[in-house]
């Protein structure tokens, strides 16, 4: 059964103010027991240690752009990182610091950088990219609540119609879980990056699996296939 259509608009945010309720969503998104692995053990610190990640960020970093879901009633139930690189890069645009104390830096790092090289690569190859750069969505997350109920497609919308209006080739990094929903919005994969979870010292029990995969998704100007 399809959930009821719920009333939220979508807008930029454009105050500091906004990230710790958008931390929340975004923490609240993101859950599962390789998180701890990951970020540490989740407590009240984890979403205003996002929070002032994503803070920095918004100062410092000029291609990055977030927005955010609203109900009327002012609550975000989603959010949206994006990045508009307007050169080829390479482009680094995770933060380094800023987590908790029992958090993984060695394997946040070794992740990111190994995400960041595998789009550095490819995108930084392709002649529209050095051209017009290319839009990189970074991070999406809806509040389990709101799931299922068109927030993430709308959030997605705007940088995918600012995209096709600036042609502009787009990357997107997902799930397996997740890489249908894009395969359908015009993106294929491309790379893929496995954490060896015995490795970092996850215990791996009985049926579960080894790996945990995040798939790195390429879309061509205006959904196009593209080489």
Known sequence: MAAPPIDFT?????????????????????????????????GPHTAPLAASRHTALFHTDPSAIY???????????????????KTAGPHFPWPTSGFAPDAN??????????????????????????????????????HPGFQRMGVGKRLLEWGLEMADREGLECWIEASPAGKGL???????????????????????KEGEEEFSRTVSMFRGVRGKTAG
Request: charged share 25%.
């Open 10 to 42: 979508i807008a930029r945010i454009t105050s500091e103010d906004d990230f710790l309720p958008l931390a929340i969503v975004e923490v609240a998104a993101f859950v599962g027991p390789q998180e701890t692995l990951f970020f540490g053990v989740p």
């Open 67 to 85: 927005y955010k879901a609203t109900l009327s009633t002012g609550q975000i139930i989603g959010m949206a990182k994006w990045n508009l690189f």
């Open 105 to 142: 830096v060695e394997l946040l790092n070794w992740f990111f950088g190994s995400l960041d090289e595998k789009r550095n690569a490819f995108m930084d190859a392709r002649e529209g990219v050095k051209e017009k750069g290319y839009l990189y969505m970074a991070i999406l997350g809806v």
């Open 182 to 204: 894009y395969e359908k919005l015009g993106w294929r994969e491309v790379a893929y990056t496995d954490v060896e979870l015995r490795r970092w010292g996850w215990e791996v």
